[in-house]
């Protein structure tokens, strides 16, 4: 199941957590990192179980933000969650897929001790907020079959090279931050797993998250994170196929059986290959029909 939206919500904010169900979110990611105080961590792990041990995973998959592995405060997290089965592991700041590699061991361990089904626990890395984990994000591919996707962070790679904004004065991303997202895009492909696009700050621009979503989806993203519940209905629609985008995949698909092994065929007056029929045979197997 590829997940069209993941919101952030703060681990120890009892309210935010009450009102997070209704948001329509494929995904919940509850946060012990970035949105807690160390003297709240304990109070946030103590929400975050109770809240996984109640919320039903019909609809909506609840994941969890754990601290960085170099710090000593992300075992104690795991250790704390984990009991509450949770659907899978964000993992801040990883230099490489070696921290992937670590937190499988960790993951194996604790699903044995809680009675989980081994692999149940899946991992998202946000795989460019440290300067060097530029420079191996190739290693994610095949490093373990608990990884789902990769995504990206602008705010922690700024500050990890020094920079004062990640932006430009029109407020586009910045040259270093466009090659982080297309460098995640790159990665998650070679690796055969979902890319998720970063968050959009502006949370109440929904033109320019728009904008954003549209840019992404065209680009090969499938799924953007949000800071705010506004921004779901929005990420949602802009990452569900029209029914004319798979009306279109249907006749690509059906134009290539009915030619019998043709490497291509024509179709409206244009002449279509075997990579759209890939591109097409992908969306209408990551979309419900509508």
């Known amino acids: ?28 990611l509850l946060d012990l990192e970035d949105a807690v105080s160390q003297e709240r961590l304990p ?11 109640s919320h039903p995973r019909d609809r909506q998959q609840v994941w969890v933000r754990i601290n960085p592995l170099n710090t000593p405060l992300a075992l104690p997290d795991l250790v704390a969650v984990m009991a509450g089965q949770p659907d899978g592991i964000v993992l801040p700041k990883p230099l490489n897929a070696s921290d992937v590699l670590q937190l499988d061991h960790f993951l194996s361990a604790l699903e044995e001790r809680e009675g989980i089904a081994f692999g149940h626990t899946r991992i998202l890395p946000v795989a460019t907020e440290v300067a060097g984990a530029l420079f191996s994000l190739n290693t994610y591919a095949g490093c373990s079959a608990r990884l789902a996707g990769l995504t990206w962070g602008a705010e922690d790679l700024a500050t990890s090279v020094g920079a004062s904004t990640n932006k430009k004065d029109n407020g586009e991303f910045d040259d270093t931050f466009v090659l982080a997202r297309s460098l995640c895009l790159l990665a998650a492909a070679h690796a055969g797993v979902q890319a998720i696009d970063t968050l959009s700050v502006d949370f109440r621009n929904s033109e320019l998250l728009q904008a954003d979503v549209k840019r992404a989806r065209r680009q090969g993203f499938s799924g953007k994170l949000a800071i705010h519940p506004d921004q779901v209905s929005i990420i949602n629609q802009g990452f569900q196929a029209t029914a004319e985008e798979l009306q279109h995949a249907q006749r690509i698909v059906d134009a290539f059986a009915q030619a019998q092994g043709a490497g291509a065929v024509q179709l409206d007056g244009k002449m279509v290959d075997k990579p759209h029929l890939t591109l097409a045979q992908r969306l209408l197997a990551n979309n419900p029909r509508i």
């Open 1 to 28: 199941m590829l997940l069209r939206s993941l919101l952030f919500v703060p681990g120890d904010s009892e309210k935010k957590l009450a009102k997070a169900e209704g948001t329509g979110a494929d995904a919940l």
């Open 43 to 53: 109070v946030a792990r103590g929400l975050v179980r109770d809240y996984l041990t």
